[in-house]
């Protein structure tokens, strides 16, 4: 384990266990013809794996005082850029990739919600995203219609592709052990997944239908359609239910139908 004075404001808890990272990478379906993204190298034990099963691996590290360590791995395939890649612009991220690519990160827990709708909402060349994240998270991620756990980043990802939990990892696999466990997740995009949907206006949908999850779907829509339109083009019992019993298919029908 490297020395390094571990940053709470960055959120990092590093992995070592070589064992598990190449079952990350292989979680992520990483090949010899494959582009792949790292965001958070951390100290390179992930990067390292990477570099052994892809063809090329861009990884961003946000803590500059890294650099050394990370340089000094020699990493002949890897280009390492010491950035917030939350903040960077998705074309120029996706400027060093030749074509189609794979997210592989291990990420810090404050930026894993954002830094995914980033990635289904902006970029247009990436192809999965297989990720560490807090294991509660894992569970909202891929939780269906009716469980507690259904909310709009359930939907929203369904909306984009298909996740599903490759593995859990429990929290003593980490350094410094964080307060909770964690799980991989990959989510398989699917850029054919309805079409001709316009993106932005779907999210405010979703959004606005998860306003107050206790209320009818006809009290939270209204925020954004008039009740005489919403009473008009859908029928009583689907206003009278809440959001959290509609699956993607049922979202996308009624969306198509109030638009």
């Known amino acids: ?15 070592t266990d070589k064992n ?37 691996v861009v990884s961003y590290e946000i803590d500059k005082d890294l650099e050394n360590t990370l340089k000094s791995l020699e990493l ?3 280009e390492f850029i010491f950035d917030d890649a939350l903040k960077q612009d998705i074309n120029v991220i996706e400027g060093h990739f030749s074509g189609r690519y794979k997210l592989i990160a291990n990420l810090p827990y404050y930026i894993t919600t954002p830094l995914i709708f980033k990635f289904l909402e902006e970029a247009s060349r990436i192809s999965s995203m297989t990720i560490m994240v807090q294991k509660e998270v894992a569970e909202r991620i891929v ?25 859990n990892v429990g929290r003593n ?21 309805f079409v001709g949907i316009d993106r932005k206006s779907f999210s405010r949908f979703i959004k606005a239908a998860f306003a107050m999850r206790r209320k009818t ?21 689907t206003l009278k239910k809440r959001a959290e019993q509609f699956d993607i298919n049922e979202f996308v029908e009624i969306f198509n139908r109030l638009n």
């Open 1 to 15: 384990m490297i020395e390094h004075n571990f940053k709470k404001k960055f959120g990092q808890n590093f992995l």
């Open 20 to 56: 598990l990272l190449d079952a990350i990478v292989r979680d992520g379906g990483v090949t010899k013809e494959d582009e792949v993204l790292e965001i958070g190298a951390g100290a390179g034990a992930l990067t390292e794996s990477l570099s052994r099963y892809a063809k090329k």
């Open 76 to 78: 002949n395939n890897v």
């Open 143 to 167: 939780a269906n219609k009716g469980n507690k756990d259904y909310g709009i980043l359930s939907i929203m990802i369904a909306f984009y592709g298909k996740p599903r939990i490759m593995r």
């Open 173 to 193: 696999m980490f350094r410094p052990v964080p307060n909770v466990d964690s799980a991989i997740v990959r989510i398989d995009i699917d850029e054919n997944k």
């Open 217 to 237: 779907l006809l009290n939270n829509l209204s925020q954004l359609y008039d009740k005489k339109i919403l009473q008009e083009k859908l029928n009583e019992e």
